[in-house]
Each structure stands twice: as C-alpha cells, then as structure tokens.
C-alpha cells in the first residue's frame, strides 16, 4: 500500500533559520507530490505540487521542494524562516492516473521562535 | 472565486446520535473528497465524487456513514449512529480535475462524547 512518512514531528527554528522538511513515499509508478500547510486557525492550503518537469519547485511564501525519484523524497526547503511561517506541514502524494484522492504524511509543526 | 466551504465549524454530539456535514465545492469543480483527522494521525481519505457519482469511497470506515452529492453540487456526510472514533476534523476538497490540486475546506470538527 502506498504511504508517506514524515520524519519530523515537531520542529522548533529561531528566525532566518533554514529549514527543510523531510518526506519520503512508497509507490513504485509515477506520482504527483503536494506540500499543503495549516495556519494555525486556518484551512489547509496548497503551498506547492509536482507533476512533472524540473524537480525542484517553487512554491508561495519562499518554499521549494525539491523531488529526488531516486530516493522517493520530496523534501520541502526555505532559506530563512520568519515567526509566521509556524503552522503544521503536511506532504501529500497521489498515483498518476489514480482517482485523484491524496495520501498524507502526518504532518510536521513547525514552531518559529521570534 | 469563493472557496470551498463547510458547515458546521464544529459539532458536539452524544455517541449514538446523527450528524450531517456538509460541503459546497468550488463553483466548476465536478471532484469532490472527503477526508478524515483523528487526533494524532493522519489525514486520511473518505471517498471521491465525480458531480453527483460516487467514484472511490474505499476510505469509509463502516455502513454508519452515508455520502451523498445530489445534483453533483454541494455534498453531505452523514454519520448515523455516531461512536466515540468518528470524533476528529471531517475536511472537504474540490479540484477541477482528477489528480489535479485539490483545494481544501475549513473542515468541520466533529466532537462525540
């Protein structure tokens, strides 16, 4: 069965401090690759997505991410965090040519020390 | 362009009574999901509507709940009767296409005591 695992629980970053953010799946075809983020009070958001092309994406607010087919990892990426990019991190894969419906991580918090 | 919305915000019930949820998708968007939080875990697909056609409900977790889409507009979850586990945040998606970005409602936080 597919999966995604994040490594990270909870990660604590003091301001311009870089991040990344592990996530790993298991799916042996092809795969398009989400990154979603929950502000805290807020609905989930699409931060960025892969389908095909240059693996490394950019997304809003900073973020990239970067897709190694090699290692199954999709990592998310930004040089300096700021306090308000706390919130909870959630990697999310779906199946080419699947229905569509998403597979999450359980997700990362990320706590931003001002 | 609104987004995608659900009502309630929140829902405080007593095991064994019913709860509707519901979603209004993004104008346009014929796929629509349902999804699942129970605290501590992860977020975990319900099923899958194409406009009013149920494509994919794999994820519902027993005959307690009942999906439906009339007019393949806005969508509902019913949870009939509702135990301890249903309690978590019910989210909603809508995406234009399969596969495609799927863009997320406020969910709806079911609490059974």
């Known amino acids: 069965a597919q999966s995604v695992s994040q490594h990270n629980h909870h990660v604590i970053l003091s301001e311009a401090a870089s991040l990344e953010l592990g996530c790993n799946y298991s799916?042996?075809?092809?795969?398009?690759l989400f990154w979603y983020v929950q502000y805290p009070g807020q609905h989930l958001q699409l931060l960025l997505k892969?389908?095909?092309?240059?693996?490394l994406v950019k997304g809003i607010k900073g973020f990239e991410a970067e897709f190694i087919k090699s290692k199954f990892s999709f990592n998310l990426r930004k040089p300096s965090v700021q306090w308000s990019d706390t919130a909870e991190y959630f990697c999310a894969v779906n199946a080419e040519g699947s229905q569509g419906n998403l597979i999450f991580g359980k997700g990362t918090k990320l706590s931003v020390k001002p | 362009e609104a987004g995608v919305t659900q009502f309630p915000s929140h829902s405080v019930i007593e095991k064994g009574q019913t709860v509707t949820l519901r979603c209004d998708p993004i104008s346009g968007h014929d796929n629509l999901y349902w999804y699942r939080r129970v605290m501590g875990k992860e977020i975990k697909f319900l099923l899958h509507?194409?406009?009013?056609?149920?494509?994919?409900e794999s994820g519902m977790p027993n005959n307690r709940f009942l999906a439906e889409r009339t007019g393949g507009t806005y969508s509902t979850l019913k949870v009939q009767p509702a135990e301890l586990e249903d309690s978590g945040v019910y989210f909603c998606?809508?995406?234009?296409?399969?596969?495609?970005?799927?863009?997320f409602g406020p969910g709806t936080r079911l609490t059974v005591l």
């Open positions: 509507f194409v406009k009013e056609s149920k494509q994919d």
């Open positions: 799916y042996g075809g092809t795969v398009n």
């Open positions: 998606a809508s995406s234009h296409r399969l596969a495609a970005a799927q863009y």
């Open positions: 892969y389908f095909s092309g240059d693996p």
